[in-house]
């Protein structure tokens, strides 16, 4: 079966210092990995995703991931962290068999806190 | 362009009610995926539609159900309402349900049953 997990229920960071928070896979063949982010009372942002190609992945406020198969990892990152990224972060993985439609399945989240 | 949107934003209910929430996706995308968010949890999949068909079902009871529109919004049914069908729903529409395609999320509707 298809999953991701998050190891860090809270990541804490000063503002300007670089960000990293963690996500691991488990997947029968090829996956398709996703980052949103979840400010407070809000719906989920779309902030990258990795299909193929290059693992180093470029997303939206510039923030990135790096897909590492070998150690099943995609990790967000982001090389000045803002008062502003405060919120949860959510790493997901596509679902790719026929009968599940292709949902994606969420790890429990991970809330970032930038401090200023 | 306009996001996906949902209504109502907030809702109360008491249990045994049923509730109906709305999803209206992004224009020009013919699939939409229900989700539940229970505070602290990651969404869990509850459907996909995709061209009016019902394409994926998640592990819910026979309570929810939902249908998509020839327009391509959606409507998300509850029956019987329980204390913990008390959560944020989530609808998310995609061009296609091509794995590779990207979701985008509505604001949600947070439900409280009492």
């Known amino acids: 079966a298809q999953s991701v997990a998050q190891p860090e229920d809270q990541v804490n960071v000063a503002e300007g210092n670089p960000l990293t928070v963690k996500c691991t896979y488990s997947?029968?063949?090829?996956?398709?990995l996703f980052w949103y982010v979840q400010y407070p009372n809000r719906g989920l942002q779309f902030l990258l995703k990795?299909?193929?190609?290059?693992?180093l992945v470029k997303g939206s406020y510039g923030f990135e991931a790096e897909f590492n198969k070998s150690q099943t990892s995609f990790h967000l990152k982001k090389p000045s962290a803002l008062v502003s990224d405060s919120a949860l972060y959510f790493c997901?993985?596509?679902?790719?068999?026929?009968?599940?439609?292709?949902?994606?399945?969420f790890g429990q989240g991970t809330e970032l806190s930038v401090k200023p | 362009d306009a996001g996906v949107t949902q209504s109502p934003t907030h809702l109360i209910k008491t249990r045994g009610q049923h509730v109906t929430l709305r999803c209206s996706p992004i224009?020009?995308?013919?699939?939409v995926s229900w989700y539940q968010q229970v505070l602290g949890q990651g969404p869990q999949f509850i459907f996909q539609?995709?061209?009016?068909?019902?394409?994926g079902r998640g592990n819910f009871p026979d309570r929810f159900s939902a249908r998509q529109f020839p327009n391509y919004s959606s409507e998300l049914n509850v029956n019987a309402l329980l204390l913990g069908d008390s959560a944020l729903y989530l609808c998310?529409?995609?061009?296609?349900?091509?794995?590779?395609?990207?979701?985008?999320f509505g604001p949600g509707t947070r439900l409280t049953v009492l």
């Open positions: 539609y995709y061209e009016k068909e019902e394409r």
């Open positions: 224009s020009g995308h013919k699939s």
């Open positions: 998310a529409s995609s061009l296609t349900r091509t794995s590779t395609d990207t979701q985008y």
């Open positions: 997947v029968s063949g090829n996956p398709y």
């Open positions: 990795y299909i193929t190609g290059d693992n």
């Open positions: 997901a993985v596509r679902d790719i068999y026929y009968n599940q439609g292709g949902k994606l399945i």
